[in-house]
């Protein structure tokens, strides 16, 4: 069992910055490729970036790229998410999620754990 708490969420204005956490406890964290995901009202949930379990490959959404970073702690099991030139379309509840640890590189809808998500707004 993994529990995943998001933190960090909030409200800023359109092209500031804001830093997400995910703080996970349970076993194994350093055998899953972890990812951030996101969902705007009316919307479903979409990717918006992943890390391998090692922290050596990462993959964005292409609306996000260039301007979200995630990385991660394995000796603190957390990941976060860097977000800079935050955009109106960015407003969404985030989410944590940890990967089957036997799921290939880049399958993002094989999740084993989600964590309860972080709202947030951005403001123009």
């Known amino acids: 069992q993994m529990q995943l708490a998001e933190s960090g969420g909030g409200l800023v204005q359109a092209g500031d910055s804001l830093r997400l956490s995910c703080a996970a406890s349970?076993?194994?964290?350093?055998?899953?490729?972890m990812a951030w995901f996101r969902q705007a009202p009316g919307n479903e949930r979409e990717f918006v970036a992943g890390i391998s379990n090692g922290g050596v490959s990462t993959q964005y959404a292409a609306s996000v790229k260039g301007r979200f970073t995630i990385s991660r702690d394995n000796s603190r099991n957390t990941v976060h998410l860097q977000m800079n030139d935050m955009k109106l379309e960015d407003t969404a509840v985030y989410y944590c999620?940890?990967?089957?640890?036997?799921?290939?590189?880049?399958?993002?809808?094989?999740?084993?754990?989600w964590g309860q998500g972080t709202q947030v707004i951005v403001a123009s």
């Open positions: 349970g076993r194994g964290f350093g055998t899953r490729a």
């Open positions: 999620a940890a990967l089957d640890p036997t799921t290939g590189w880049g399958l993002w809808d094989d999740i084993d754990y």
